[in-house]
T-cell receptor
Framework: ETGVTQTPRHLVMGMTNKKSLKCEQHLGHNAMYWYKQSAKKPLELMFVYNFKEQTENNSVPSRFSPECPNSSHLFLHLHTLQPEDSALYLCASSLGGLATYEQFFGPGTRLTVL | AQTVTQSQPEMSVQEAETVTLSCTYD???????LFWYKQPPSRQMILVIRQEAYKQQNATENRFSVNFQKAAKSFSLKISDSQLGDAAMYFC???????????????FGKGTKLSVKP
């Protein structure tokens, strides 16, 4: 495996379900990110982790709960979601948090909330 | 607050022709980075080209080049000799330099969908 991988690639869940999205990077990076991509809207940064510490929470509702157990893995725990949370969720990683470091993106998880 | 605007939701180009995608941004800062990302259908977003604001010379990567006009806050992407594989969503993005915190996060435009006709 190379690059940034995300599982599952597609997820359909009811509003009362609890599910988790997983991201794994094989690049030796120290910073990881969650983005939300909705149709006809710019990508929205949700969370940033640097060296396993959360450095950014972009006013994300508490029904989204991130977890970063180590520099290679990032999770997004979902519970009691709303239909408007349906979107493509992208994970990214970079060598560090500075602008000079390129962010590498995963393929995304297409989430549908019924 | 910094913003990035892509005024062309969709563009179309004939194979082997040249196309230019527009991007403007708003910032009061002088030191920053600008990026173009490509997101093919159902595939990962990848970095196409990067421009440091302090560099006057326009960045180029093979068939991809930019026209960076700092005073006008414009950052267009030119794709020469377009190929079928260039069909994708293209996102313009901005990032403040040398900040590890929130001020250094990527700010994206809404994207331009590029179609390439054979």
């Amino acid at each position: 495996e190379t690059g940034v991988t995300q599982t599952p690639r597609h997820l359909v869940m009811g509003m009362t379900n609890k599910k988790s999205l997983k991201c794994e990077q094989h690049l030796g990076h120290n910073a990881m990110y969650w983005y939300k991509q909705s149709a006809k809207k710019p990508l929205e940064l949700m969370f940033v982790y640097n060296f396993k510490e959360q450095t950014e929470n972009n006013s994300v509702p508490s029904r989204f709960s991130p977890e970063c157990p180590n520099s290679s893995h990032l999770f997004l725990h979902l519970h009691t979601l709303q239909p408007e949370d349906s979107a493509l969720y992208l994970c990214a990683s970079s060598l560090g948090g500075l602008a000079t470091y390129e962010q590498f993106f995963g393929p995304g998880t297409r989430l549908t909330v019924l | 607050a910094q913003t990035v605007t892509q005024s062309q939701p969709e563009m179309s180009v004939q194979e082997a022709e040249t196309v230019t995608l527009s991007c403007t941004y708003d910032t009061s800062e002088s030191d920053y980075y600008l990026f173009w990302y490509k997101q093919p259908p159902s595939r990962q977003m990848i970095l196409v080209i990067r421009q440091e604001a302090y560099k006057q010379q326009n960045a180029t990567e093979n068939r991809f080049s930019v026209n960076f006009q700092k005073a006008a806050k414009s950052f267009s992407l030119k794709i020469s000799d377009s190929q079928l594989g260039d069909a994708a969503m293209y996102f313009c993005a901005y990032r403040l330099s040398n900040y590890g915190g929130s001020q250094g996060n990527l700010i994206f435009g809404k994207g331009t969908k590029l179609s390439v006709k054979p």
